[in-house]
T-cell receptor, first 115, second 115 residues
């Protein structure tokens, strides 16, 4: 079985400040990792994903994430946030344990960017 | 954006009534999924389909059934709605069979309220 933990349910930050949203996963096998963003009253859209190769992954809107196998983490970062980044962010893991093409999601982190 | 629509977008119903939600895609993706989103739980998989007439259960399938008679449509049915099924329901699609390299694309969601 696999699981995802997003320790911070809410993260307030001032505009132009850096931000880090934390994600830890649990899996006994190799995983693929994803970050999705959900703007108010919308569906989820992919920010970035780690499949293999370089552990630093760059996504849309200036976000990046680093895969750390030893710490089983995949934290999301942005050096300078904008008001428009206010949204909920979900980390997700897909593990090669069979069972088809399914994702396990974390409980989400609400990022609130303030002036 | 991937061509995914969900209908209805909003629905209010009464306990004990049947409800069917529809997901329609124009991308010819093989896999389709139904999730529910609840505060504090993130997204949880209800059912998924890996082809026409091929479906399987997710982690929260009790009280739900699905059908997929053609590639583009995936129906979620609540046979007898209960208040615990009040939620936002998302449909997602992905293309290639197996493998975690596939991105899931999400529909706009259906907000269901069971009184």
């Amino acid at each position: 079985a696999q699981s995802v933990t997003q320790l911070d349910s809410q993260v307030p930050v001032f505009e132009e400040a850096p931000v880090e949203l934390r994600c830890n996963y649990s899996s006994s096998v190799s995983v693929y990792l994803f970050w999705y963003v959900q703007y108010p009253n919308q569906g989820l859209q992919l920010l970035l994903k780690y499949l293999s190769g370089s552990t630093l992954v760059k996504g849309i809107n200036g976000f990046e994430a680093e895969f750390n196998k030893s710490q089983t983490s995949f934290h999301l970062r942005k050096p300078s946030v904008h008001i428009s980044d206010t949204a909920e962010y979900f980390c997700a893991v897909w593990g090669l344990t069979g069972g088809g093409n399914k994702l396990t999601f974390g409980t989400g982190t609400q990022l609130k960017v303030e002036l | 954006d991937a061509g995914i629509t969900q209908s209805p977008r909003h629905k209010v119903t009464e306990t004990g009534t049947p409800v069917t939600l529809r997901c329609h895609q124009t991308e010819n993706h093989r896999y389709m999924y139904w999730y529910r989103q609840d505060p504090g739980h993130g997204l949880r998989l209800i059912h998924y389909s890996y082809g026409v007439k091929d479906t399987d259960k997710g982690e929260v399938s009790d009280g739900y059934s699905v059908s997929r008679s053609k590639t583009e449509d995936f129906l979620l049915t609540l046979e007898s709605a209960t208040s615990s099924q009040t939620s936002v329901y998302f449909c997602a699609i992905s293309g290639t069979p197996g493998g975690g390299t596939d991105t899931q694309y999400f529909g706009p969601g259906t907000r269901l309220t069971v009184l």
